[in-house]
């Protein structure tokens, strides 16, 4: 019989090679120490309330966040009104309101024109990507196409800020622990709004936006319906040829991206991926689903596997507001 290929003597040498590269090159053979893993609704949300608190410890936000708790020395906004203009169905303002005790943020606000005054209105985080800025989500010839603008216009209350920044504003923070904060402080900021209803509030946003819309929905469980669109993917993927701002010392120790959009369970979530994203470097469908399927054993746990959805569309790595819209109007509205 002819041998084709290596000698068998070869294919082990080559398998132990294999192994050896394979043991070094692999991004991390033990799993997560928090993984998902509870099989009863009250297993779950324990395993939610512990990771919650590991996730704000690491972050270095723990202290900000117990500020935030109903007995917490809530920090004043004291915002001040910047500009505004009037832009048909909503009123658009920029505002300057205090982040944490000694950082302010910039944010933009849409209120829509009042048609039945003291109506309180659902209302929206919209966040930007790398590169953007707390404007381009309104901006409908980006690859956000303006859906900002189309949920403003819907007359819900929406509200960006700026996250695409990559230097620690303040000593004893994280990067990304700053910039989940300040998306918090928009959430917060639109409770506190007389035109907000705080029973109706959600979050979206596209790449690092849709990654901080993960993040927020997470980590808010006032976020009744998360868009996070051109981001779901997985640890692995994201160490392949992506700015490494998303990390954070422990974070990959303790979790995988499923995990933490497995907080968001049993509360609607949709991703949205394109079939022309770009592997590597990107948010590739396949990748996607492997974390869809991961995040669906969470919301299965709570019988609410249809809660989360995962939608393929056709583009590249851009908003898709035909089905996030939608999404806001059907559990915000
Ligand atoms: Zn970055």
Redesign the pocket.
Known sequence: MMVVGPTPRCGIVLAALALIVGGLSAADPTPPKMRFAANTPTDAQRWQSEARTKVFALLQMADLQASRAPDGKAIPFDAKELRSEDRGKYVWSERELNSTPTRKIKIVLTLPKEDKPGEKRPAVVCIHG?GGNRYIVYDRKSVYRGFAADLAERSFVTISTDV?Q?EVYEKGRTLMGERLWDVLRCADYLASLPEVDDHRLGCAGLS?GGEMAMWLGAMDPRMRGTVSSGFLTTVANMRRG?????DFPGLTENFDFSDIYSLTAPRPLLCQNGRKERAPGGFPVEIAEVAMAEIRKAYKVFAAEKAAQLDIHPEGHEFVVATAVPFLEQNLR
């Open positions: 790398h695409g990559h690092l992506h700015c490494p701002c998303w």
